[in-house]
């Protein structure tokens, strides 16, 4: 399809009424909305997901500040960027995805580490969501 | 415990040997060493859940890139970030987290959209780690 075919509502949203006067986009739009209610589902697995990592990462920074370990801790992180980055190859995932993801949740983890242990020990400073 | 009592090692890494050694922390050690078990089980579960993820979205990048889509889809990211703050509330996750973790995913998979679609449509330019 040349350049010259595309009007302008085919550069932004999919529409499937406006589609459907498009017969040879028709197909495609129903294949997007098939793979955005499967991306849909990922997601929701994922953020539940989350939910249970930050719980138990929550957990973690109670004991640390209790025990007085600090936030950080640099050979487990190692371990972590090894392992995920092996299970990325594994399941056809770009490493470099494998890493951002660790990063962040690490990046996050370690933020709310800090407040409880600010905080005296106290996992309160993040109970609003639990 | 108060600070004086706290021994440099405590400062940086859960160390097993060393914290038998102390018996007071001995029992935190244990229960973040079990906690960090089920962080990694999560770990694994989302990356695996993210290639899938990435999977999907390179197939609308074709799919997209073949019928002249944009990569960009503003009405359909509206629709995510409010499906994705619920779905956190729900779950007892702060909501600002999923809007991260979506804001990440959304984003690597708009420029890989790109790259599908300056390959002419071919997702071959993905295919590394299909």
């Known amino acids: 399809m040349s350049d010259s075919e595309h009007s302008d509502w085919q550069k932004t949203t999919i529409d499937s009424a406006q589609a459907e006067q498009h017969p040879e986009t028709a197909q495609a739009v129903a294949k997007i909305k098939a793979l955005r209610q499967s991306i849909d589902n990922i997601d929701s697995a994922i953020v539940s997901l989350?939910?249970?990592?930050?719980k138990a990462t929550s957990q973690v920074g109670v004991l640390k500040a209790g025990a007085g370990f600090a936030p950080e801790d640099t050979k487990r992180e190692d371990y972590q960027i090894e392992r995920l980055h092996r299970i990325a190859v594994d399941a056809g995932?770009?490493?470099?995805?494998?890493?951002?993801y660790r990063?962040?949740?690490?990046?996050?983890?370690?933020?709310?580490?800090?407040?409880?242990?600010?905080?005296?020990?106290?996992?309160?400073?993040?109970?609003?969501?639990?």
């Open 93 to 100: 995932l770009d490493p470099e995805i494998a890493e951002m």
């Open 50 to 54: 989350l939910a249970e990592r930050f």
């Open 103 to 130: 990063e962040f949740v690490v990046t996050e983890a370690k933020k709310r580490h800090q407040r409880i242990a600010d905080a005296g020990g106290d996992p309160g400073v993040l109970d609003v969501f639990a």
